[in-house]
C-alpha cells in the first residue's frame, strides 16, 4: 500500500483494523494491538473496544491480543527484537505479554473474520492435542485442483510454544508458515475463503467511504 499503515486504511467508513476488532470481540477475554507506529491512533482505537463476552485469547495489528475483560494495550515490537523484523517478531511480543494460556493472532488486513473463529480453532486445537490451529480454505491452484490456503497469521497458538519461537527468530527465521510447519498444529477448514480475504492493495479499497 505505499508503506501507509495498512490497518488504519478507511474501509466502508472504519479503520481496517477497528473491523478486525468488531469481529472479535465477543470472541475473546480482551485486545491488545501489534503496531510500531502511530501508537496513540491506535491506544484511540482500542480503547473504544468494548468486549463483552470472554473466551480465550487474541493478538490485532498484526492483530489482536488478549488477557483480561479490558484492552491491555498497544504493544510494539519488543526492543531486544531487530527492528522491521516482520510478523514473526509481532507474534514473539505477543506470546511475552499474553496471560492467558492461548493466543489468538489476526492480521489487521482481515475486515471479515468469522464470528466464530476462535471457539472452532481452539476445539481443533484440543482435540488435536496441537500447539497451533491454523484455518484454512480451499482455493483452485493453476493446475485446476482444488487446494488447502493456510492463513497463518490468524492462527491460534499456545504460549507454551514461546521458548521455541525465541530460538528460531535467533537462528534468522522470519516465516510465519514455516515456523508453524515445524510444530504440532493441525489445519481447520473454514468457509468461504472471502471471510480471510487480505486488502493487500489500496484498490482492493475502492469501496472506502
Request: hydrophobic fraction near 40%; include cysteine.
Given at each position: 500500500?505505499?508503506?501507509?499503515?495498512?490497518?488504519?486504511?478507511?474501509?466502508?467508513?472504519?479503520?481496517?483494523?477497528?473491523?478486525?476488532?468488531?469481529?472479535?470481540?465477543?470472541?475473546?477475554?480482551?485486545?491488545?494491538?501489534?503496531?510500531?507506529?502511530?501508537?496513540?491512533?491506535?491506544?484511540?482505537?482500542?480503547?473504544?473496544?468494548?468486549?463483552?463476552?470472554?473466551?480465550?485469547?487474541?493478538?490485532?495489528?498484526?492483530?489482536?491480543?488478549?488477557?483480561r475483560?479490558?484492552?491491555?494495550?498497544?504493544?510494539?515490537?519488543?526492543?531486544?527484537?531487530?527492528?522491521?523484523?516482520?510478523?514473526l517478531?509481532?507474534?514473539?511480543?505477543?506470546?511475552?505479554?499474553?496471560?492467558?494460556?492461548?493466543?489468538?493472532?489476526?492480521?489487521?488486513?482481515t475486515?471479515?473474520?468469522?464470528?466464530?473463529?476462535?471457539?472452532?480453532l481452539?476445539?481443533?486445537?484440543?482435540?488435536?492435542?496441537?500447539?497451533?490451529?491454523?484455518?484454512?480454505?480451499?482455493?483452485?491452484?493453476?493446475?485446476?485442483?482444488?487446494?488447502?490456503?493456510?492463513?497463518?497469521?490468524?492462527?491460534?497458538?499456545?504460549?507454551?510454544?514461546?521458548?521455541?519461537?525465541?530460538?528460531?527468530?535467533?537462528?534468522?527465521?522470519?516465516?510465519?508458515?514455516?515456523?508453524?510447519?515445524?510444530?504440532?498444529?493441525?489445519?481447520?477448514?473454514?468457509?468461504?475463503?472471502?471471510d480471510?480475504?487480505?486488502?493487500?492493495?489500496?484498490?482492493?479499497?475502492?469501496?472506502?467511504?
Amino acid at each position: 500500500m505505499g508503506g501507509v499503515d495498512k490497518g488504519l486504511q478507511p474501509w466502508r467508513g472504519q479503520p481496517l483494523i477497528q473491523w478486525v476488532m468488531n469481529a472479535l470481540w465477543h470472541q475473546v477475554q480482551a485486545m491488545a494491538i501489534s503496531a510500531n507506529r502511530n501508537l496513540p491512533i491506535h491506544e484511540s482505537l482500542l480503547r473504544g473496544a468494548c468486549p463483552t463476552r470472554a473466551s480465550d485469547a487474541t493478538f490485532a495489528g498484526l492483530a489482536a491480543l488478549t488477557c483480561r475483560p479490558q484492552h491491555l494495550g498497544v504493544f510494539p515490537d519488543d526492543p531486544n527484537l531487530p527492528p522491521q523484523s516482520g510478523p514473526l517478531a509481532g507474534i514473539l511480543t505477543g506470546l511475552r505479554q499474553v496471560q492467558t494460556d492461548w493466543l489468538q493472532l489476526a492480521a489487521c488486513d482481515t475486515p471479515r473474520l468469522p464470528k466464530d473463529l476462535v471457539e472452532r480453532l481452539m476445539d481443533a486445537a484440543r482435540s488435536a492435542d496441537a500447539d497451533i490451529a491454523v484455518p484454512c480454505t480451499k482455493e483452485i491452484a493453476l493446475d485446476g485442483r482444488p487446494q488447502s490456503r493456510p492463513h497463518w497469521t490468524c492462527a491460534l497458538m499456545h504460549k507454551r510454544v514461546t521458548p521455541d519461537l525465541a530460538a528460531a527468530f535467533v537462528k534468522g527465521e522470519r516465516k510465519v508458515g514455516q515456523w508453524i510447519r515445524s510444530q504440532r498444529w493441525v489445519e481447520v477448514s473454514f468457509a468461504p475463503a472471502s471471510d480471510f480475504e487480505n486488502m493487500n492493495t489500496l484498490e482492493t479499497l475502492d469501496d472506502r467511504d
